[in-house]
Protein backbone atom coordinates (compact mmCIF):
# COMPACT_ATOMS: atom_id res chain seq x y z
CA UNK A 1 0.00 0.00 0.00
CA UNK A 2 1.34 3.46 -0.71
CA UNK A 3 1.86 5.89 1.92
CA UNK A 4 0.01 9.28 2.51
CA UNK A 5 3.60 10.63 1.43
CA UNK A 6 3.88 8.81 -1.85
CA UNK A 7 0.53 9.62 -2.96
CA UNK A 8 0.62 13.28 -2.23
CA UNK A 9 3.83 13.69 -4.23
CA UNK A 10 2.62 12.08 -6.84
CA UNK A 11 -0.39 14.41 -7.01
CA UNK A 12 1.82 17.46 -6.38
CA UNK A 13 3.69 16.56 -9.46
CA UNK A 14 0.63 15.50 -11.51
CA UNK A 15 -1.17 18.84 -10.71
CA UNK A 16 1.38 21.08 -12.41
CA UNK A 17 1.56 21.30 -16.34
CA UNK A 18 5.00 22.21 -16.46
CA UNK A 19 7.54 19.84 -16.20
CA UNK A 20 8.84 19.08 -12.54
CA UNK A 21 11.54 16.95 -11.54
CA UNK A 22 12.22 15.63 -7.64
CA UNK A 23 15.83 15.50 -7.11
CA UNK A 24 18.18 13.98 -4.62
CA UNK A 25 20.58 16.81 -4.03
CA UNK A 26 22.96 14.49 -2.73
CA UNK A 27 23.39 11.84 -5.09
CA UNK A 28 22.47 13.87 -7.80
CA UNK A 29 19.84 11.15 -8.90
CA UNK A 30 16.05 11.96 -10.14
CA UNK A 31 13.60 10.80 -7.95
CA UNK A 32 10.26 11.73 -9.87
CA UNK A 33 9.70 13.09 -12.90
CA UNK A 34 5.81 13.90 -14.50
CA UNK A 35 3.99 12.90 -17.64
CA UNK A 36 5.68 17.09 -19.14
CA UNK A 37 8.84 16.32 -18.03
CA UNK A 38 8.88 12.42 -19.27
CA UNK A 39 8.04 13.96 -22.63
CA UNK A 40 10.86 17.09 -23.12
CA UNK A 41 13.32 14.77 -21.89
CA UNK A 42 12.92 11.59 -23.82
CA UNK A 43 10.19 12.73 -25.90
CA UNK A 44 8.77 9.12 -25.08
CA UNK A 45 5.23 9.08 -22.78
CA UNK A 46 6.52 5.93 -21.25
CA UNK A 47 10.09 6.39 -21.00
CA UNK A 48 10.81 6.58 -17.05
CA UNK A 49 13.35 9.52 -15.56
CA UNK A 50 13.72 8.21 -11.96
CA UNK A 51 16.38 6.80 -11.00
CA UNK A 52 18.79 8.71 -13.69
CA UNK A 53 21.40 10.81 -13.38
CA UNK A 54 21.01 14.50 -12.97
CA UNK A 55 24.13 14.24 -15.42
CA UNK A 56 22.94 12.65 -18.33
CA UNK A 57 20.33 16.11 -18.10
CA UNK A 58 22.79 18.57 -17.22
CA UNK A 59 25.99 18.99 -17.34
CA UNK A 60 26.65 21.10 -13.72
CA UNK A 61 26.06 20.21 -10.49
CA UNK A 62 22.69 21.92 -8.52
CA UNK A 63 24.67 22.87 -5.30
CA UNK A 64 26.03 26.15 -7.24
CA UNK A 65 22.99 27.13 -7.94
CA UNK A 66 20.24 28.57 -5.81
CA UNK A 67 17.53 29.70 -7.88
CA UNK A 68 17.50 27.78 -11.20
CA UNK A 69 19.55 25.74 -13.48
CA UNK A 70 18.96 25.27 -17.42
CA UNK A 71 18.13 22.00 -18.87
CA UNK A 72 18.52 21.04 -23.01
CA UNK A 73 15.10 19.56 -23.78
CA UNK A 74 13.14 18.56 -27.37
CA UNK A 75 9.69 19.35 -28.26
CA UNK A 76 7.91 17.67 -31.42
CA UNK A 77 11.47 17.17 -32.45
CA UNK A 78 12.61 20.63 -31.76
CA UNK A 79 15.36 21.19 -29.36
CA UNK A 80 14.20 23.98 -26.51
CA UNK A 81 15.96 25.04 -23.27
CA UNK A 82 14.20 24.89 -20.14
CA UNK A 83 14.53 27.15 -17.11
CA UNK A 84 14.56 25.10 -13.86
CA UNK A 85 13.18 27.07 -10.63
CA UNK A 86 14.46 25.13 -7.48
CA UNK A 87 13.19 25.29 -4.18
CA UNK A 88 13.47 22.51 -1.94
CA UNK A 89 11.03 20.08 0.04
CA UNK A 90 11.17 17.91 3.00
CA UNK A 91 9.49 14.57 2.20
CA UNK A 92 9.78 11.86 5.27
CA UNK A 93 12.26 13.82 6.67
CA UNK A 94 14.38 13.66 3.60
CA UNK A 95 15.28 17.13 1.53
CA UNK A 96 14.93 16.96 -1.75
CA UNK A 97 14.92 19.68 -4.30
CA UNK A 98 11.66 20.29 -6.45
CA UNK A 99 12.60 21.30 -9.87
CA UNK A 100 9.75 23.08 -12.19
CA UNK A 101 10.24 24.03 -15.38
CA UNK A 102 9.84 26.79 -18.36
CA UNK A 103 10.66 27.08 -21.93
CA UNK A 104 12.97 29.98 -22.07
CA UNK A 105 12.30 30.72 -25.50
CA UNK A 106 8.75 31.95 -24.59
CA UNK A 107 10.20 34.11 -21.87
CA UNK A 108 12.20 35.70 -24.35
CA UNK A 109 9.66 35.99 -26.76
CA UNK A 110 7.66 37.70 -24.46
CA UNK A 111 10.89 40.45 -23.72
CA UNK A 112 10.94 40.79 -27.09
CA UNK A 113 7.15 41.95 -27.71
CA UNK A 114 7.62 43.89 -24.94
CA UNK A 115 10.61 45.88 -25.98
CA UNK A 116 8.83 46.44 -29.37
CA UNK A 117 5.54 47.80 -27.03
CA UNK A 118 7.91 49.97 -25.48
CA UNK A 119 9.63 51.26 -28.92
CA UNK A 120 6.33 51.59 -30.70
CA UNK A 121 5.22 53.65 -27.45
CA UNK A 122 8.32 55.96 -27.98
CA UNK A 123 7.78 56.51 -31.52
CA UNK A 124 4.29 56.98 -30.40
CA UNK A 125 4.91 59.94 -28.04
CA UNK A 126 7.60 60.97 -30.01
CA UNK A 127 4.73 61.72 -32.67
CA UNK A 128 2.45 62.85 -30.31
CA UNK A 129 5.40 65.64 -28.96
CA UNK A 130 6.46 67.06 -32.88
CA UNK A 131 1.96 67.09 -33.65
CA UNK A 132 1.98 68.89 -30.66
CA UNK A 133 4.71 71.46 -31.42
CA UNK A 134 4.04 71.83 -34.73
CA UNK A 135 0.69 72.59 -34.08
CA UNK A 136 1.93 75.16 -31.74
CA UNK A 137 4.18 76.90 -34.03
CA UNK A 138 0.70 77.13 -36.44
CA UNK A 139 -0.95 78.70 -34.02
CA UNK A 140 1.04 81.92 -33.60
CA UNK A 141 1.25 82.90 -37.28
CA UNK A 142 -2.42 82.04 -37.50
CA UNK A 143 -3.82 83.96 -34.66
CA UNK A 144 -1.59 87.06 -35.90
CA UNK A 145 -3.58 86.44 -39.56
CA UNK A 146 -6.17 86.49 -37.85
CA UNK A 147 -6.20 89.55 -35.81
CA UNK A 148 -4.54 91.38 -38.99
CA UNK A 149 -8.03 90.60 -40.65
CA UNK A 150 -10.14 91.91 -37.95
CA UNK A 151 -8.76 95.14 -38.01
CA UNK A 152 -8.60 95.29 -41.69
CA UNK A 153 -12.27 94.69 -41.58
CA UNK A 154 -12.39 97.23 -39.02
CA UNK A 155 -10.49 99.94 -40.74
CA UNK A 156 -12.32 99.09 -44.11
CA UNK A 157 -15.67 99.62 -42.13
CA UNK A 158 -14.34 103.24 -40.56
CA UNK A 159 -13.20 104.73 -43.15
CA UNK A 160 -16.58 103.53 -45.10
CA UNK A 161 -14.82 101.61 -48.00
CA UNK A 162 -15.80 98.52 -47.50
CA UNK A 163 -18.02 97.07 -50.55
CA UNK A 164 -19.41 93.79 -51.49
CA UNK A 165 -15.98 92.25 -52.76
CA UNK A 166 -13.97 93.60 -49.95
CA UNK A 167 -16.88 92.08 -47.61
CA UNK A 168 -17.12 88.83 -49.58
CA UNK A 169 -13.29 88.26 -49.27
CA UNK A 170 -12.89 89.00 -45.72
CA UNK A 171 -15.43 86.92 -44.78
CA UNK A 172 -14.02 83.94 -46.25
CA UNK A 173 -10.37 84.52 -45.18
CA UNK A 174 -12.26 84.41 -41.85
CA UNK A 175 -14.08 81.52 -42.40
CA UNK A 176 -10.66 79.35 -43.94
CA UNK A 177 -8.42 80.48 -40.81
CA UNK A 178 -11.57 78.94 -38.46
CA UNK A 179 -11.54 75.90 -40.23
CA UNK A 180 -7.89 75.66 -40.38
CA UNK A 181 -7.94 76.70 -36.27
CA UNK A 182 -9.97 73.93 -35.86
CA UNK A 183 -8.42 71.58 -37.79
CA UNK A 184 -5.25 72.41 -35.67
CA UNK A 185 -7.23 71.61 -32.50
CA UNK A 186 -8.43 68.23 -33.54
CA UNK A 187 -4.92 67.45 -34.13
CA UNK A 188 -3.74 68.68 -31.16
CA UNK A 189 -5.96 67.11 -29.37
CA UNK A 190 -5.49 63.94 -31.07
CA UNK A 191 -1.99 64.00 -30.25
CA UNK A 192 -3.12 64.17 -26.44
CA UNK A 193 -5.23 61.12 -26.60
CA UNK A 194 -2.25 59.17 -28.52
CA UNK A 195 0.24 59.87 -26.19
CA UNK A 196 -2.39 59.31 -22.90
CA UNK A 197 -1.79 63.21 -22.46
CA UNK A 198 -5.13 64.47 -21.12
CA UNK A 199 -6.87 64.85 -17.69
CA UNK A 200 -10.31 64.60 -17.09
CA UNK A 201 -11.39 67.31 -14.52
CA UNK A 202 -15.00 66.35 -13.87
CA UNK A 203 -17.15 69.20 -12.07
CA UNK A 204 -21.15 69.74 -12.19
CA UNK A 205 -22.05 71.44 -15.69
CA UNK A 206 -24.72 73.28 -16.91
CA UNK A 207 -25.44 71.45 -19.94
CA UNK A 208 -28.26 73.90 -21.28
CA UNK A 209 -25.39 76.88 -21.20
CA UNK A 210 -22.94 75.26 -22.89
CA UNK A 211 -25.11 74.25 -25.60
CA UNK A 212 -26.48 78.25 -25.41
CA UNK A 213 -22.61 79.61 -25.17
CA UNK A 214 -21.39 77.66 -28.60
CA UNK A 215 -24.49 78.70 -30.59
CA UNK A 216 -23.98 82.50 -29.48
CA UNK A 217 -20.57 82.17 -30.07
CA UNK A 218 -20.11 80.08 -32.82
CA UNK A 219 -23.34 79.49 -34.75
CA UNK A 220 -24.21 82.40 -34.82
CA UNK A 221 -25.00 85.03 -37.57
CA UNK A 222 -24.08 82.08 -40.39
CA UNK A 223 -23.92 83.26 -44.46
CA UNK A 224 -26.62 80.46 -45.34
CA UNK A 225 -28.94 82.31 -41.96
CA UNK A 226 -29.70 79.27 -40.73
CA UNK A 227 -29.28 78.56 -37.07
CA UNK A 228 -29.31 75.91 -34.18
CA UNK A 229 -32.79 75.23 -32.65
CA UNK A 230 -32.13 74.11 -29.00
CA UNK A 231 -35.16 72.26 -26.79
CA UNK A 232 -34.87 71.07 -23.21
CA UNK A 233 -37.78 68.96 -21.14
CA UNK A 234 -37.96 67.63 -18.21
CA UNK A 235 -36.32 69.14 -15.01
CA UNK A 236 -32.80 70.41 -15.64
CA UNK A 237 -29.88 68.93 -13.90
CA UNK A 238 -26.48 69.58 -13.83
CA UNK A 239 -24.33 66.87 -15.31
CA UNK A 240 -20.94 65.38 -14.11
CA UNK A 241 -18.34 66.06 -16.83
CA UNK A 242 -15.33 67.67 -17.57
CA UNK A 243 -16.92 70.93 -18.71
CA UNK A 244 -14.12 71.67 -21.89
CA UNK A 245 -14.21 68.33 -23.00
CA UNK A 246 -18.40 68.49 -23.38
CA UNK A 247 -17.81 71.50 -25.18
CA UNK A 248 -15.54 69.61 -27.72
CA UNK A 249 -18.15 66.74 -27.94
CA UNK A 250 -20.82 69.26 -28.91
CA UNK A 251 -19.03 71.60 -31.02
CA UNK A 252 -18.00 68.74 -33.47
CA UNK A 253 -21.33 66.99 -33.47
CA UNK A 254 -23.05 70.67 -34.42
CA UNK A 255 -20.22 71.76 -36.94
CA UNK A 256 -20.92 68.58 -38.71
CA UNK A 257 -24.91 68.65 -38.61
CA UNK A 258 -24.31 72.03 -40.38
CA UNK A 259 -21.15 70.73 -42.66
CA UNK A 260 -23.31 67.82 -43.43
CA UNK A 261 -26.62 69.58 -44.20
CA UNK A 262 -27.89 72.34 -46.20
CA UNK A 263 -31.43 73.15 -45.92
CA UNK A 264 -33.29 73.10 -42.34
CA UNK A 265 -31.82 74.28 -39.25
CA UNK A 266 -29.95 71.38 -37.34
CA UNK A 267 -31.33 70.99 -33.41
CA UNK A 268 -30.35 70.08 -30.54
CA UNK A 269 -32.73 68.43 -27.90
CA UNK A 270 -31.91 68.13 -24.25
CA UNK A 271 -33.92 65.93 -22.71
CA UNK A 272 -33.43 65.20 -18.36
CA UNK A 273 -34.27 62.10 -17.75
CA UNK A 274 -34.38 60.45 -14.24
CA UNK A 275 -31.41 58.77 -14.10
CA UNK A 276 -29.47 60.89 -17.15
CA UNK A 277 -29.51 63.55 -19.61
CA UNK A 278 -30.56 62.27 -22.95
CA UNK A 279 -28.98 64.89 -26.07
CA UNK A 280 -29.77 64.37 -29.53
CA UNK A 281 -28.07 66.41 -32.17
CA UNK A 282 -29.83 65.69 -35.28
CA UNK A 283 -29.90 66.94 -39.01
CA UNK A 284 -32.14 66.34 -42.45
CA UNK A 285 -28.51 65.90 -44.12
CA UNK A 286 -27.06 63.59 -46.94
CA UNK A 287 -26.42 60.55 -43.92
CA UNK A 288 -24.46 58.06 -43.45
CA UNK A 289 -24.38 55.02 -45.70
CA UNK A 290 -25.23 51.96 -43.97
CA UNK A 291 -21.80 50.60 -44.70
CA UNK A 292 -20.06 53.45 -43.33
CA UNK A 293 -21.68 53.04 -39.68
CA UNK A 294 -19.26 50.70 -38.39
CA UNK A 295 -16.36 52.77 -38.92
CA UNK A 296 -17.34 56.20 -38.30
CA UNK A 297 -15.56 56.30 -35.00
CA UNK A 298 -12.29 55.12 -36.53
CA UNK A 299 -9.33 57.76 -36.80
CA UNK A 300 -9.30 59.45 -40.44
CA UNK A 301 -12.18 57.82 -41.59
CA UNK A 302 -14.39 59.90 -43.79
CA UNK A 303 -18.14 58.18 -44.55
CA UNK A 304 -18.13 57.41 -49.23
CA UNK A 305 -20.44 60.12 -49.75
CA UNK A 306 -18.64 62.93 -47.88
CA UNK A 307 -15.47 63.29 -50.25
CA UNK A 308 -16.88 66.57 -51.70
CA UNK A 309 -17.05 68.39 -47.78
CA UNK A 310 -13.77 69.54 -46.20
CA UNK A 311 -13.04 67.73 -43.05
CA UNK A 312 -9.92 65.76 -41.31
CA UNK A 313 -11.88 62.32 -40.08
CA UNK A 314 -10.99 62.97 -36.83
CA UNK A 315 -13.90 64.71 -35.13
CA UNK A 316 -15.65 61.98 -34.28
CA UNK A 317 -12.87 59.66 -32.37
CA UNK A 318 -11.93 62.69 -30.50
CA UNK A 319 -16.13 63.02 -29.86
CA UNK A 320 -16.20 58.88 -29.13
CA UNK A 321 -12.90 59.07 -26.06
CA UNK A 322 -14.22 62.11 -24.46
CA UNK A 323 -17.76 60.52 -24.30
CA UNK A 324 -16.27 58.03 -22.94
CA UNK A 325 -13.82 59.57 -20.23
CA UNK A 326 -16.95 60.77 -18.98
CA UNK A 327 -18.87 57.65 -18.72
CA UNK A 328 -21.27 58.43 -21.48
CA UNK A 329 -22.84 56.55 -24.15
CA UNK A 330 -23.06 58.09 -27.84
CA UNK A 331 -25.15 56.00 -30.55
CA UNK A 332 -25.88 57.30 -33.99
CA UNK A 333 -28.77 56.88 -36.00
CA UNK A 334 -28.65 57.90 -39.82
CA UNK A 335 -30.06 56.69 -43.31
CA UNK A 336 -28.42 57.97 -46.59
CA UNK A 337 -30.20 61.08 -48.05
CA UNK A 338 -32.27 61.47 -44.83
CA UNK A 339 -30.32 63.13 -42.09
CA UNK A 340 -28.28 61.89 -39.21
CA UNK A 341 -28.83 62.01 -35.27
CA UNK A 342 -26.33 61.57 -32.44
CA UNK A 343 -27.67 60.45 -29.34
CA UNK A 344 -25.63 61.21 -26.24
CA UNK A 345 -26.25 60.19 -22.32
CA UNK A 346 -24.51 61.42 -19.55
CA UNK A 347 -25.21 60.92 -15.73
CA UNK A 348 -25.96 63.02 -12.58
CA UNK A 349 -23.81 62.69 -9.61
CA UNK A 350 -26.56 61.64 -7.61
Known amino acids: MK ?15 EPVLLIDPQAQ ?18 E ?7 QTLYDGTIFSFTESIIINGA ?35 LKEKLNLLKQEKAVQEMKANFISMTSHEFRTPLTAISSSVDLLETKLKMDELMNAFYQHNITKISTE ?19 DNYAVIKSEVN ?36 KNQLSKILTNLISNAFKFSTKGDPSIKLNYQEKKLVVKVCDTGIGIPAKDLPNLFSSFY ?21 VECNNGTISVDSEKDKGTTFTLGFKYRH
Do not use: C, W
Open 3 to 17: SDNHIKVNALLNGIK
Open 48 to 54: KLAGQSL
Open 302 to 322: RASNADNIEGTGLGLVIVKTF
Open 177 to 195: LFNLTNMLDEILTLSKIVS
Open 29 to 46: IILKANKPARMVFGNDET
Open 75 to 109: RNGRKIKLDFRLSTLKINDQEVVLAIGREIEKQQT
Open 207 to 242: AEEVVNYLREQYFSERKDGRTLQVKSTGTPRDIYVD
